[in-house]
């Protein structure tokens, strides 16, 4: 862990390969929030743009690739690369390398949504199209206000529960 002087330094950050041409890396979440409210930094290499060509950047990246698989494996960087190789996907290589050991990658399952938290993830109070709509929910009494989409969420939900 990187520190200034005794103060260890924590980074939060975010990366992105596509194809083994574009790489991008930073601290900002693929959402509308991250990326037209909150204060973010990224930076990102395209090795297909024109000014790009013939630099190498595409075997870099390739190069960056492997070596964070190989460490979230537990593998050095010429055994994965021989796995990606033989199993033709990274899929493939990481189910046959990555599931013993101390470090290992897994399949995310992720959990199931109570009626309330799809109703959530599908509105778009918390992730807004516009840094403006942050603060509709709060508009008209805020969130349990007489009009707000909180209170008309828990009274629909204690209709249901009282029928």
């Not at 008309?152 to 939900?157: A, G, I, T």
Request: glycine share 8%; hydrophobic share 35%; aromatic share 4%.
């Amino acid at each position: 862990m990187p520190y200034t002087n005794e103060t260890p330094i924590y980074v939060h950050a975010k990366l992105m390969i596509v194809d083994d041409e574009i790489l991008r890396v930073g601290s900002s979440n693929l959402n509308n929030r991250s990326l037209g409210l909150d204060s973010e930094c990224d930076t990102v290499l395209d090795a297909t743009r024109p000014h790009n060509a013939g630099r190498g950047f595409e075997d870099r990246i390739r190069a960056i690739r492997i070596s964070l698989l190989a460490e979230h494996c537990g593998e050095d960087e010429a055994t994965m690369e021989a796995a990606l190789e033989e199993h033709g996907t990274m899929q493939k290589a990481i189910a046959a390398l990555g599931s013993s050991g101390r470090r290992q990658l897994r399949p995310y399952v992720p959990p199931t949504k109570t009626q309330f938290e799809e109703w959530l993830a599908e509105s778009a109070m918390l992730d807004p199209e516009k840094p403006s709509g942050i603060l509709k929910p709060f508009a008209r009494g805020g969130l349990f206000g007489k009009e707000g989409r909180l209170r008309n969420l828990r009274d629909k939900v204690k209709r249901k529960l009282l029928k």
